[in-house]
């Protein structure tokens, strides 16, 4: 049975005790309040210097070949895209993690915005950093669209680009690592939080990252959405929230979600 903690509380002080408590994490899932879009019912004050000090505490509390998975977007100022994802990852980076992978959480039906001379935002980044190199990375995989046909390559017969096949004679395979950009539709309920990410996304994650029986870490919990899919791919759950309207959410729904998982 996953075992799942939840906190009230600034996640600064939250993650100090844990550490302080010598617990630690393999992978933490989140996305926090990037560009102050939302105000969360004016609780919270979010700038880069707090970025940082989250970012250092986040440093001490994951493990050796432990894994942030860092969902985060820019807002556009004056014109401009901010670049807040780039200088956090760059941070990140300066700090001992490797950006192990920029990933994309592409947006299958997003939403329609008004015209300013730039094309719909249509996606959101993914950064995958790691404490040094990935303990673990259990591949997602798909179909390949030509399973079972033979392979064949293309050699040139000439100096006027004139090509032949090639048979390998091996079949391609059933299936293949899925590439970095990741599709989900958004729907259903927001459960009350206005920036809720897809239930999909936080399982694929944790189903990369960890094993089973690992903690997994969300620092900025909101409505739940990770400590729910911890709990359906039987992982312990760490979470930490703040305002206390989305802290009772959350707690609800993981409620929720362990009756589920006890009627199976």
């Not at 189903?207 to 990770?226: E, K, Q």
Request: hydrophobic content about 35%; aromatic content about 12%.
């Amino acid at each position: 049975m996953s075992e799942v903690k939840l906190f009230q509380g600034d996640c600064l002080k939250v993650m100090q005790d844990l550490i302080d408590d010598d617990i630690k994490v393999d992978l933490v899932v989140t996305s926090p309040p990037y560009d102050n879009l939302r105000t969360y019912n004016n609780s919270l004050e979010w700038t880069f210097d707090i970025f940082k000090k989250v970012a250092n505490e986040l440093y001490n509390v994951v493990k050796d070949g432990g894994v942030i998975v860092w969902v985060i977007n820019d807002s556009t100022k004056n014109g401009s895209k901010t670049g807040t994802s780039f200088n956090q990852a760059l941070y990140f980076k300066e700090i001992g993690f490797n950006i192990h992978d920029v990933m994309i959480f592409a947006k299958k039906n997003p939403i329609p915005q008004l015209y300013h001379k730039r094309y719909t935002d249509a996606f959101e980044y993914m950064f995958v950093f790691s404490k040094g190199k990935p303990k673990t990375h259990n591949p997602l995989k798909e179909p390949c669209k030509t399973s079972g046909e033979i392979s064949r390559t293309f050699k040139s017969i000439s100096d006027n680009e004139q090509h032949k096949y090639i048979n390998k004679g091996t079949k391609t395979k059933e299936f293949k690592i899925k590439p970095n950009i990741w599709y989900y539709g958004l729907g259903g309920t927001n459960f009350g939080h206005p920036a809720t990410f897809p239930l999909q996304l936080a399982k694929d994650h944790i189903l990369s990252w960890s094993n089973p029986n690992d903690t997994v870490l969300d620092c900025f919990m909101g409505s739940g959405t990770t400590g729910v899919a911890c709990l359906q791919t039987n992982r312990n759950f760490i979470g930490i929230e703040k305002v206390e309207k989305y802290f009772k959410i959350a707690e609800q729904r993981i409620k929720e979600a362990k009756a589920q998982r006890r009627l199976i």
